[in-house]
């Protein structure tokens, strides 16, 4: 496996580069009644690239990352993906969309392979494909050893790990993770990384939330998001280039639009 600490070198692409975006957010709002979650966001997402948000407790990460998944329609504001609008175009948006929330609707007590055949019936996966799928997505997430076991005796990274080979069933264009490997102990977060590269060497592009800053840094560009609203959007090196490292420059960040940092929100 490649080195976690940073990303390998047939990975790395020119950041700085103008590709057209295929995922745009423009202006985008959220109120639950009278609390405003997002605030005025907007971004660009080029095709291909890996997006790590990261923002403090409460910040909009998940209400953000839940309305480009389609899942809740943004108070006002528009959200592009390929084109199409994620309000009037929403059927044809979740074809293209593999979305994993915190807490991935895995059946614990049926085993990895039954858990992996229940994805591929929901997404009318056929019978000639099916061997080959199973073969593909659970071997390189190294669970096929393990296709008769029951999901709920599976460590908190093998979950993970099964959670995203069924969301990766339908060949989705865009992949949506919401913290992904929060609580995943290191070895299985690098390998729940190496399956991301993979997506991405296909050509996926990939948007996710993290607590954890070493993964950040493998990411194309990086949103750090604080109190609804959009602070940063840029390189990893760009965002650090001022500070000894990204952990200095996120708290310099945030301090410069909330002089009360809840440093509890971010795992150091």
């Not at 080195?3 to 423009?26: H, L, Q, W």
Request: glycine share 8%; charged share 25%; hydrophobic share 40%.
């Amino acid at each position: 496996m490649h080195g976690y600490n940073r990303m390998p070198e047939e990975m790395r692409t020119d950041i700085t580069n103008s590709e057209e975006a295929f995922i745009k957010v423009e202006g985008v709002y959220k109120r639950f009644s009278q609390i405003e979650v997002v605030s005025n966001v907007s971004m660009n997402i080029e095709k291909g690239k890996i997006l790590g948000i990261m923002g403090s407790d409460g910040a909009g990460k998940s209400t953000l990352l839940r309305m480009m998944a389609t899942m809740i329609r943004p108070s006002s504001g528009r959200i592009f993906i390929g084109d199409l609008d994620v309000i009037s175009q929403r059927k044809k948006i979740k074809t293209m969309i593999g979305y994993m929330p915190q807490r991935f609707g895995l059946y614990q007590d049926l085993t990895v392979g039954e858990n992996f055949d229940f994805f591929m019936d929901i997404f009318g996966i056929s019978a000639a494909d099916r061997d080959g799928m199973r073969t593909f997505y659970l071997g390189f997430s190294e669970l096929l050893p393990f296709l008769n076991r029951l999901t709920g005796d599976l460590s908190g990274g093998m979950k993970q790990k099964l959670a995203l080979a069924c969301v990766l069933v339908h060949k989705p264009k865009v992949l949506i993770l919401d913290e992904p490997t929060n609580g995943v102990d290191p070895v299985s977060r690098m390998e729940f990384w190496e399956i991301l590269f993979q997506m991405k060497k296909q050509g996926m592009t990939i948007m996710l939330s993290t607590v954890y800053l070493d993964e950040l840094e493998l990411c194309d560009k990086i949103a750090i998001m604080h109190n609804s609203k959009l602070v940063a959007l840029d390189a990893p090196d760009e965002i650090k280039s001022q500070f000894s490292n990204l952990e200095e420059a996120i708290v310099h960040l945030i301090h410069g639009v909330d002089d009360e940092l809840i440093r509890e929100g971010f795992k150091f």
